[in-house]
C-alpha cells in the first residue's frame, strides 16, 4: 500500500477500536444482565430455541436447520448493511457486537422454519404463508420492539422496507436450499464427469 492509503487505513482501524470500546461501555452501562431488556431478549432467544426444540421434524433436521441458517445470515447481512448505513439501531443487545442476535436473529428464522416444515408437511405454499410471516415480523413485531424501545428506525426509513427485506431473505433462503436438494438429488456433476474431475476418494468411487 502507498503512504496515503496506509494512513488512511489506519484510521479506519483506530475508529473502528474506538467504536467497539464505545459499543462495550454502553452495554456494560445499559444494556447487561443488570437491566430487563437484557432479560426480554434473553428470554425471547431461549424461547425461540425452545420451542423449536418442541415442534421441529427431526426427520427433516438437516434440512430445515440448512434452511435457517440461511435464514439468520441473510437477515444478520440485512441488518448489518442497515445498521452501517444508519437506517435503524438495537439500542439493547445480549452480545455487544451482535445487535439482533435475540430480538430478530432468534425468532425470524425459528418461525420461518416452522411455516418451512409445516408448508412441506402438509403440501402447502411456502410463499404464501412466509409472506404473511414477513407482514407479521415487520408490522408487528418490529414494531412492538420499537415501542418498548429496543428497535429505532431513523432516516425516513418506515416498516415496508423491513418487509422487503423480509421477504428477500424468505426468498434467497428458500431457493438456495433448493438448489442443494436438488445437487443432493442428483449426485453426479455432469460437468466434473465430462472434464474428468474426479475429487472422491478411492473408495468412494469403488462404490
Not at 18 to 23: C, D, G, P, R, V
Request: charged letters at 15%; one cysteine or more.
Amino acid at each position: 500500500m502507498s503512504p496515503e492509503q496506509t494512513k488512511k487505513f489506519e484510521q479506519i482501524e483506530k475508529l473502528s477500536e474506538k467504536l467497539t470500546t464505545s459499543q462495550v461501555d454502553f452495554w456494560q452501562q445499559y444494556s447487561s444482565w443488570t437491566s430487563w431488556q437484557f432479560w426480554f431478549l434473553i428470554g425471547v432467544l431461549f424461547l425461540s430455541l425452545f420451542i423449536l426444540y418442541l415442534f421441529i421434524d427431526r426427520r427433516k433436521a438437516l434440512l430445515l436447520g440448512f434452511f435457517g441458517l440461511n435464514v439468520h445470515v441473510w437477515l444478520s447481512y440485512f441488518d448489518d448493511i442497515a445498521l452501517s448505513n444508519g437506517l435503524w439501531s438495537f439500542p439493547y443487545k445480549v452480545v455487544p457486537f451482535l445487535p439482533a442476535f435475540a430480538s430478530d436473529a432468534a425468532i425470524a428464522p425459528v418461525a420461518l422454519m416452522l411455516v418451512f416444515q409445516w408448508t412441506l408437511n402438509y403440501n402447502k405454499n411456502y410463499y404464501l404463508y412466509a409472506t404473511g410471516l414477513c407482514l407479521f415480523l415487520a408490522f408487528l413485531w418490529r414494531s412492538l420492539l420499537s415501542t418498548i424501545g429496543l428497535f429505532q428506525v431513523k432516516n425516513g426509513i418506515n416498516y415496508l422496507y423491513l418487509f422487503l427485506g423480509y421477504i428477500t431473505v424468505m426468498l434467497v433462503s428458500k431457493w438456495i436450499t433448493k438448489i442443494f436438494v436438488h445437487f443432493q438429488k442428483k449426485p453426479e456433476n455432469p460437468f466434473r464427469k465430462k472434464m474428468n474431475l474426479n475429487i472422491l476418494p478411492e473408495k468412494e468411487k469403488a462404490k
